[in-house]
């Protein structure tokens, strides 16, 4: 899955007229950077369309982060509480705010809210949703700098004749503000804001030669060449995400069941034509079933008029048919007296006759206990040969154990 990430300029910068490049870097799903390069924020659909996600990384003076004490409220009750939670410390009207409210920290009473101008995020949004993004967040960019343990982590970004500067204090604070071009000043700035703290400056590598020779004069400060896997890194992890509930996103949700109106609609009608072909079968077989049941039960009664009661034709039939063979003295082969004469017979080809310690008949089976050695494989063999002649079968149930039955039965 592949994810474009977008770094827009200052909303200043915008507001002022000219036409200003974003930088982006569309990632794979290893955290691979597999297209890198800049520019104009209505010139990148083909990047927007082919990507899966789209993350806007917003200038860190467009978000205000605020600190602000939380009830314990479940998230949709949070959420609709959020505008008056942060009203004393937002000017306007926090209606008018794009709000996200960071993670609760282990025994933190305060939490973090993000706070930007909903209008000109929802026109941002809408811009990448009208390039065909399938999905969007909007990130603060001074969140997205590394998080140096005890340390601070700034970036300094050229825009429109200033320097956007970036400041990430901890996991849910910083700040952002636009400064002037001069290098020494924007360094006596990020040293004020900071205070004592060492301080990692993440820089374009076209600045980096003028602000090495300053660092003298600042101790305390550490260079970096920036990099897009610098703010892939941070952004990954970071769960404050403006762009949910902008009213720019419903059109790709509408869109997303869009795409799956026909394919829907084309599986419910296979469904429906595989349902209706179940039942028509079912009921063709179901009347089969009573025709077959029908005829049985009328040659049934054709032949035995004094049934007064019918349950199971077939049944009712083979046990008069085995009534009537046994009152005319034809032995079942089920019987005991075939069972145990088909065995003494197969027997006869045995060098051993008396190899029978116990013979039980229970269930139409006849079972026989064998005497200790008495029998070796090669005779089971010849005994199961003579047996199978008669349609008879014999198991060894268990050692010494044998079970005779007819037609297979065991």
Same mark, same amino acid.
């Given at each position: 899955? $592949? ?27 290893? @955290?691979?950077?597999?297209? +890198?390069?800049? @520019? ?6 083909? &990047? ?5 996600? &789209? ?49 609760? +920290? ?10 930007? +101008? ?59 503000? $636009?400064?002037?071009?001069?290098? #020494? ?10 205070? #004592? ?24 400060? $550490? ?15 970071? +769960?404050?995400?403006?762009?949910? @509930? ?19 609609? =084309? ?12 039942? =028509? ?28 009661? =019918? ?83 014999? $198991?060894?149930?268990?050692? @010494? ?10």
């Amino acid at each position: 899955m $592949t994810t474009l990430y977008i770094r827009y300029p200052a909303r200043s910068a915008a507001d002022s007229g000219a036409l200003h490049n974003c930088q982006f870097a569309l990632v794979g799903e290893g @955290g691979n950077v597999m297209q +890198q390069g800049a @520019g104009a924020p209505g010139n990148l659909a083909s &990047v927007v369309a082919g990507a899966r996600r &789209v993350v806007l990384l917003l200038a860190a003076s467009d978000v205000s982060l605020l600190r602000v004490k939380v009830p314990p409220l479940s998230g949709a009750r949070l959420k609709a509480a959020l505008p008056g939670l942060v009203e004393e410390q937002v000017l306007g009207d926090p209606a008018d705010c794009a709000l996200a409210i960071a993670p609760a +920290q282990a025994e933190e009473s305060e939490r973090t809210v993000a706070v930007a +101008q909903r209008a000109w995020l929802e026109v941002l949004v809408q811009a990448v949703v009208a390039q065909g993004a399938h999905s969007v967040s909007a990130l603060p960019a001074q969140l997205c700098l590394p998080l140096q343990p005890g340390a601070v982590s700034a970036a300094l970004t050229p825009a429109d004749g200033a320097l956007e500067l970036a400041l990430r204090q901890s996991q849910y604070q910083g700040l952002g503000m $636009t400064v002037a071009i001069d290098a #020494d000043n924007a360094l006596h700035t990020l040293r004020a804001l900071a205070g #004592d703290t060492p301080i990692t400056l993440y820089l374009p590598a076209a600045l980096r030669a003028q602000y090495e020779p300053l660092l003298a004069n600042h101790p305390g400060i $550490t260079l970096e060449e920036e990099h897009w896997a610098h703010w892939i890194a941070a952004a990954r992890g970071l +769960q404050l995400d403006l762009a949910l @509930g902008l009213s720019a996103l419903s059109g790709t949700q509408a869109r997303k069941w869009q795409r799956w109106r026909w394919p829907l609609r =084309i599986a419910a009608l296979a469904v429906l034509v595989n349902v209706a072909g179940m039942n =028509i079968e079912w009921l063709r077989l179901k009347r089969e079933a009573d025709s077959v049941r029908q005829a049985m039960t009328q040659t049934f009664r054709a032949a035995y008029p004094k049934e007064a009661v =019918i349950l199971d034709p077939a049944a009712q039939m083979r046990k008069n048919i085995a009534l009537a063979k046994a009152n005319s003295g034809e032995v079942a082969p089920d019987e005991f007296t075939a069972l145990s004469a088909a065995f003494g017979e197969a027997l006869a080809g045995l060098a051993r006759h008396d190899i029978a310690a116990s013979i039980e008949y229970r269930e139409r089976s006849l079972t026989v206990k064998l005497k200790p050695d008495s029998v070796d494989a090669n005779g089971l063999a010849q005994v199961k040969a003579a047996l199978a002649g008669r349609k008879l079968a014999l $198991t060894e149930t268990a050692p @010494g154990i044998w079970k005779i039955s007819a037609g297979g039965k065991s």
